[in-house]
C-alpha cells in the first residue's frame, strides 16, 4: 500500500513509518503542511491510505479533509493530532475518516487503523482496494554482543540469508563465544536474530546474567563489574526495549553500585578504572556521574538513602535514549552526526522510558529530563531559570557538567585537579538557588585527593 504521511513534526512522520512499517509493508510519501498534501495527491493517483496532522502551517487537516470531499477522491483518512475529529466541523460528514490516531498514542491508533483498514479494503472488494500485506516477520534482532554475557543460549539463533529465507546458525543451549562474537564483527555483522516468541527468554536470562555477575568470583574488581554490568543494560534497552525484568535487574545493580562507591574513599581508584574499561562512553559517563552526584549529594543536607538511590538511577538511565553508545555529549551542536538526531529530545525520550515503571522511584524521570537545563535558561528541552529546576536536579546538572570537564580533561591529557575543573565549568553561571549550595558542596568534595 502506499501512504501518505502528512505532518510538519518530522519526528512524528517517523515515528509513524516506523510503527506502519513494524506491521504491513508499505510505501510512504510525505508532507509537512496542508497545502504540500494537496499538491502530492494531485500528482499521485495511487494513495491508498492519507494519515494526517490537523495544526500545520499553511494548510490544516481540515483543508486536506475538505479537498477530498469537495473532489470526490476516495480515499480513506486517519486523523492523527492531539485534537479529535469532533472537535472540527469539517468532519461532521465523517464519509472518508477511516480512523484516528490521538497523539502521543501512536502506536495503539496504528493498530486500529490496519483493523478498520482491513475491514474496508474487505467491503470494496470489488473496487481496487490495495490490500495490506502484513509484515509477519517472526523474528526480532539481538546486538551481538549481549549474546556472550549468556553461559547458554536460551533459544535458536538465526541468519537471515534472502528475503524469505532464514538459516539457523546456533541451537538452544550452545555457547557464544568470544571467537563467535570476533567472527561475526569482522564480516560486520552486528545483529543476529531471535525468534520473536523467543524474545522474552533471552531478555531473561540477560537479567539472571546480570545479577550473576554481581555474585560470581570472576577475578573482576567490584570496580569493574559495576561499569560491565551497566553496559550490558544498556545494550539490552537498546535493542530489546526497557522491560520490568530489565528494571528489576537495574535495581539491584544500582543497589551494588551503591555499595562500591561507599567503599571506594578514594576516588582515584575508581577514576582509574573508568578509564581504563573497555565499555563504550555512555557507559564511563554514566558510571562517573553516579559516583559524583552520590559525592556531592554527602555534602549536602538532603543526604538519603532514597536520594541516593534516585540519583544512581538517573545516571544509569538519563542518555538510554541516545542510541549510539559512543557519542560523547560535550560534542558541539553543528558537529553532531545525524544517528544522534535526537539529541534536543533525549532527555524527555528517556524520562518517557522510566515513567511507565512503577518500580522506578518518583522525581527520578524530573530529574533526567532536567538534566541538560542550565540555571541561566539556555538550556533544552525547556529553557528552564535555576528557580525552576528542582533541587536534585541541580545537583545532578553541576555534576554532569563536571564528568563532561573531567572527560575534556583526560582527553587533552591535562592534570585532573578540582581547579581546572572550577574553572571548565564556568561556576559563575550556578551562583543562584540550589546550585549555589551545589557549587559549595563540590568545592568540598575530595574528588582528587
Ligand atoms: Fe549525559
Ligand atoms: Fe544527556
Not at 52 to 67: A, E, F, I, L, T
Not at 208 to 228: C, F, P, T, W
Not at 427 to 447: D, H, M, P, R, T
Request: hydrophobic share 35%.
Amino acid at each position: 500500500v502506499k501512504i501518505l504521511l502528512v505532518d510538519d513534526e518530522k519526528d512524528i512522520a517517523e515515528i509513524l513509518t516506523f510503527t506502519f512499517e513494524s506491521e504491513v509493508e508499505a510505501e510512504f510519501l510525505y508532507a509537512e503542511t496542508g497545502n504540500q498534501a494537496i499538491k502530492v495527491i494531485g500528482e499521485n493517483s495511487d494513495i491508498d491510505l492519507i494519515v494526517c496532522d490537523y495544526n500545520m502551517p499553511d494548510g490544516n487537516g481540515g483543508d486536506v479533509y475538505k479537498h477530498l470531499l469537495d473532489n470526490n477522491i476516495d480515499i480513506p483518512y486517519v486523523m492523527c493530532s492531539s485534537d479529535q475529529p469532533q472537535d472540527h466541523n469539517v468532519f461532521s460528514n465523517d464519509k472518508l475518516l477511516l480512523s484516528n490516531i490521538v497523539k502521543p498514542d501512536i502506536f495503539s491508533g496504528v493498530e486500529e487503523t490496519l483493523k478498520k483498514y482491513e475491514e474496508y479494503s474487505h467491503k470494496t472488494e470489488d473496487k481496487e482496494t490495495t490490500k495490506m500485506s502484513r509484515n509477519d516477520s517472526e523474528y526480532s534482532m539481538i546486538n551481538i554482543v549481549m549474546l556472550k554475557n549468556l553461559t547458554s543460549l536460551p533459544a535458536d539463533i538465526f541468519i537471515k540469508v534472502s528475503e524469505d529465507k532464514f538459516l539457523k546458525v546456533y541451537n538452544k543451549d550452545a555457547s557464544f563465544t568470544q571467537e563467535d562474537e570476533d567472527k561475526y564483527l569482522q564480516k560486520n555483522i552486528k545483529k543476529l536474530l531471535v525468534k520473536k516468541n523467543d524474545a522474552k527468554s533471552f531478555v531473561d536470562s540477560i537479567c539472571g546474567q546480570i545479577e550473576s555477575m554481581i555474585e560470581e568470583a570472576n577475578g573482576k574488581s567490584n570496580e569493574e563489574k559495576v561499569l560491565d554490568i551497566h553496559s550490558v543494560i544498556m545494550e539490552t534497552v537498546s535493542t530489546l526495549g526497557l522491560s520490568k525484568e530489565i528494571v528489576r535487574a537495574t535495581e539491584k545493580s544500582v543497589e551494588f553500585a551503591m555499595e562500591v562507591f561507599k567503599e571506594n574513599k578514594e576516588f582515584k581508584g575508581l577514576y582509574k578504572h573508568i578509564f581504563g574499561h573497555q565499555g563504550k562512553y555512555i557507559t564511563k559517563h554514566s558510571i562517573a556521574l553516579a559516583y559524583v552526584s552520590c559525592g556531592l549529594l554527602r555534602q549536602l543536607p538532603w543526604d538519603t538513602f532514597e536520594n541516593r538511590n534516585k540519583l544512581t538511577i538517573a545516571s544509569f538511565f538519563h542518555d538510554a535514549a541516545i542510541k549510539v553508545p559512543d557519542f560523547d555529549e560535550g560534542t558541539d551542536f553543528d558537529e553532531i552526526p545525524d544517528s544522534v538526531k535526537n539529541f534536543k529530545d533525549h532527555p524527555g525520550e528517556a524520562a518517557e522510558l522510566i515513567k511507565k515503571f512503577k518500580e522506578i522511584p518518583p522525581d527520578v524521570d524530573r530529574i533526567i529530563l532536567e538534566h541538560h537545563e542550565k540555571p541561566d535558561g539556555t538550556g533544552f528541552p525547556k529553557g528552564l531559570g535555576a528557580s525552576q529546576i528542582s533541587p536534585l536536579g541541580s545537583l545532578f546538572i553541576v555534576a554532569h557538567a563536571v564528568i563532561e570537564c573531567m572527560f575534556q580533561l583526560e582527553d587533552q591529557q591535562e592534570k585532573l585537579n578540582m581547579e581546572g575543573v572550577l574553572d571548565c565549568i564556568n561556576v559563575e553561571i550556578y551562583s543562584q538557588g540550589n546550585f549555589k549550595k551545589v557549587i559549595g558542596a563540590l568545592k568540598e568534595l575530595n574528588l582528587f585527593a
